[in-house]
């Protein structure tokens, strides 16, 4: 059974930074995405950053561009999210998500696992 277990989330300060973790498990072959969504009260599930578990390209949303980083430990079977220069509009649950096929990746209707979430609170 595949397990994706996030880490990491907390109260930072605008400006601040936190790195999230997410381990995952139970996986047959290697996923084709790893990547972090994120969710605002209110608003929809959007696109953070991915990586490709296979060769490591990453891809990121323009608005988490050159603050986020996103990398993968194939040895650990983890990936992460550095972030840095946090703002208050980053506030949100962040989610790991894993997906097996290669298609559209930010777009979270495409994916078949899901982590339970973890809260990043940027204060202002």
């Known amino acids: 059974q595949v397990r994706l277990a996030e880490s990491g989330g907390g109260l930072v300060q605008h400006g601040g930074s936190l790195k999230l973790s997410c381990v995952a498990s139970?996986?047959?072959?290697?996923?084709?995405?790893m990547t972090w969504f994120r969710q605002a009260p209110g608003k929809k599930r959007e696109f953070v950053a991915t990586?490709?578990?296979?060769?490591?390209?990453?891809y990121y949303a323009d608005s988490v561009k050159g603050r986020f980083t996103i990398s993968r430990n194939m040895a650990k079977n983890t990936v992460y999210l550095q972030m840095n220069s946090l703002k208050p509009e980053d506030t949100a649950v962040y989610y790991c998500?894993?997906?097996?096929?290669?298609?559209?990746?930010?777009?979270?209707?495409?994916?078949?696992?899901w982590g339970q979430g973890t809260q990043v609170t940027v204060s202002s």
């Open positions: 998500a894993a997906r097996t096929n290669p298609s559209v990746f930010n777009d979270p209707t495409m994916y078949q696992y």
């Open positions: 139970g996986f047959s072959y290697s996923p084709y995405y």
């Open positions: 990586v490709d578990w296979r060769t490591s390209s990453t």
